[in-house]
């Protein structure tokens, strides 16, 4: 099979791969893409012009900033997508793609200029020890040859729970961590100091990410149906402090010296794709005598096929290099313990299995040295050293600061006609107190802020706008009703002395409430002071253009709606309107009386006639386009979609805005809208 697209023979993103990951440009925020060759499809472009019609499930998730919505739905969707792509791609496929000039313009995006992010929000995290290869020489190291592997180690997956926070992205550089120490390599009893981890290590790892419904708790998996919960497979490279292990591991395992990093590489490769390569385990088709037969519940009938044949290796670049060193070649089929054993035992007690669950299968060695998969094997302890062979003489025992560490993998064709690869994962070691941002872990970071609360009332454009944007951040937030049913019309009614003295004097939502770092707490009103807050706190993804000119016009927009319109129809103001004289200038009549809701429709009218222009001078609305022109949606969207609502609300006839209906249109199948609709509101009338 071949594509349309051209792909180097080499390359790891043929139409046999179509992995997925999440991407951003300069001008789109983050969102699913795939990759073939040197290009990604841009998912959610295919989404918005129908391409991905008719395959079982809402495909505005490809709009969303990870892969968890997708990952949750059955593996038949994860097929059903793969085959509508394949078909796309093919140079002999459906061709509303292939002969659309204009179309491939807009979702076919060079992969070089793309930023990649983490493919999921990481709920839990569990490394794996299942190499006996691996586990072999560990054990030979720290216990002798008679007790290398403990006695549990062929009965089951032994595997232990790791920090999902601190998962990232390759490219992501990583901090030598510090920690304890012993002092004493011969008398642990001295007990141990403070310092810098001084036998910083790579793991050489694959990982999968879970995908389809959850099992419910207490409920088991079963190795029948695992496969149906395996979402795709990364690359993973586990960092390690092997000094800081080796104080605290006893009798735990251990902790802070695996959780300072893990980098994954950021596409997603399907089990399907690696279809082709399914092969048995360096164990053998079997897992019997003389080794212990596996209980019935991971008893895989399968496992004879249940390894996959993938090429991995290890290259060292050390700082003020160019040419990597290449320091080990091993394969993913060197696992005593396959992926599917591995979910279903971790499921065994009924821990539910969450969509964007990472498991990684433990650090991947070989029998022989040139396949060990980290460098505690290749140096044997710090015992040898090992060469850089395109380093000029420079040898490594464990890592050194500004070296980077460079993962690959890739399965080939028998034929060598194709290969299905992951990419890389890479990471460079920083001196330990290096002073930088905080690693992308994902789409965001609450970091600095959390506990957000949100006052709002359920029809409310102005508090719909601050959904809208916390949605496109994904920024989870607890909603505070805040009931203006009581106010409408013109009565003295007025909302509680408690909300006015201590939430916002002016008797409005919304209002934004979150605490940071110290626990201080903070509260923010006014929509648009709001979304600057947002925007600039969490970046990712943007609600205003990168491009200057972009950038003004999507504000104008907004501002219109805002500062020209919003009041106009504001309760507090309308309640003081009892008899108003429009004037000629305004409505093109002179001697007209109106009460407040005919004085709020005339200028909600009136506003949109300017909005309706600038939006259609740019194109908006059309084309795949969002209202400020852009590929991705703005404030001018987020304040667009409730002035319409609110406009209906007051009998504005909307057919005079076509521009503004097509946006509203456009958005109604994405996430943040759908999420932030009143419809959707925990206050909203039942």
Known sequence: MKSWIAVHPESHFPIQNLPFGIFS?????????????????????????????????????????????????????????????TDLLSENGDPRLRENEDLQKKCIVPMNIVQMHLPATIGDYTDFYSSREHATNVGIMFRGVDNALQPNWLHLPVGY??????????????????????????????????????????????????????????????????????????????????????????????????NFATSISPWVVSLDALEPFRCSSSAGPEQTDPNPTPLPYINDPNYATGAYDIKLEVAILPE???????????????????????????????????PGDLLG???????????????????????????????????????????DVIMSGYAEASDGSFRVGFGAVT???????????????????????????????WR?????????????????????????????????????????????????????????????????????????????????????????????????????????????????????????ELLQADVGESGVHTDGRGFAKSSIEKGLKVVEQLVSAIGGGSSGKFAAGTEYPTVADITIVPQLYNADRFGVDLSSYPSLVAVRDFVATHYAFQAAAPDAQPDAPK
Request: hydrophobic residues 40%; contains cysteine.
């Open 320 to 354: 003020n290099q160019s040419t990597p060193s290449p320091v080990t070649r091993s394969n993913f089929r060197h696992l005593y313990w396959n992926m599917r054993q591995q979910l279903v035992h971790h499921s065994v007690t009924g821990c539910p299995m969450m």
């Open 161 to 258: 729970h790791g920090r999902a926070s601190s998962v990232v992205v390759s490219g992501t550089e990583v901090v030598r961590p510090s920690g304890q120490l012993q002092k004493s390599k011969e008398n642990p009893k001295e007990g141990s100091t403070y310092g810098p981890c001084r036998l910083m290590d790579f793991e050489l790892e694959m990982a999968f990410f879970v995908g389809g419904k959850p099992n419910p708790l207490g409920k088991a998996l079963t190795i029948e149906e695992a496969e149906e919960h395996i979402f795709g497979v990364v690359m993973m490279n586990d960092w390690s402090a092997r000094d800081i292990q080796a104080w605290e591991y006893v009798p735990l395992g251990p902790f802070t010296a695996k």
């Open 427 to 457: 990471g460079r070691v920083l001196p330990a107190g290096t002073p930088r941002s905080t690693a992308e872990v994902s789409t965001c970071s609450t970091a600095k802020y959390g506990d957000f609360k949100l006052y709002s009332y």
């Open 361 to 403: 299968s433990g650090t991947i060695s070989g029998a022989d040295e040139s396949a060990f998969g980290s460098m505690l094997e290749l140096s044997w302890r710090g015992s040898k050293e090992v060469p850089l062979v395109n380093s000029s003489g420079e040898v490594r025992k464990f890592l050194k600061d500004g070296d």
């Open 25 to 85: 440009t300069p001008n789109a925020s983050p969102r699913c893409g795939v990759a073939i060759g040197e290009f990604v499809i841009d998912m959610l472009i295919l989404h918005q012009w129908g391409l991905l019609n008719g395959l079982g499930f809402d495909t505005s998730v490809f709009g969303q900033p990870t892969l968890n919505a997708f990952m949750a739905t059955d593996r038949s969707c994860w097929r059903a997508t793969r085959a509508r792509l």
């Open 460 to 580: 409310s454009t102005s508090s719909w706008r601050v959904r809208i944007a916390l949605a496109l951040k994904g920024i989870p937030y607890e909603t505070i009703p805040v009931d203006l049913s009581k106010l409408v019309g013109n009565t003295d009614a007025t909302l509680p002395d408690e909300f006015r003295n201590g939430v916002n004097g002016m008797a409005q939502v919304p209002a934004l409430e979150f605490s940071d770092a110290s626990g201080t707490v903070h509260r923010l009103t006014q929509s648009m002071a709001i979304l600057d807050f947002l925007d600039e706190t969490f970046s990712s993804p943007p609600l205003l253009p990168v491009d200057p000119l972009a950038r003004a016009r999507a504000r104008q927009i907004a501002e219109v709606i805002n500062s020209g319109i919003q009041p106009m129809q504001n309760l507090s103001v309308l309640r003081q309107v009892k008899d108003v």
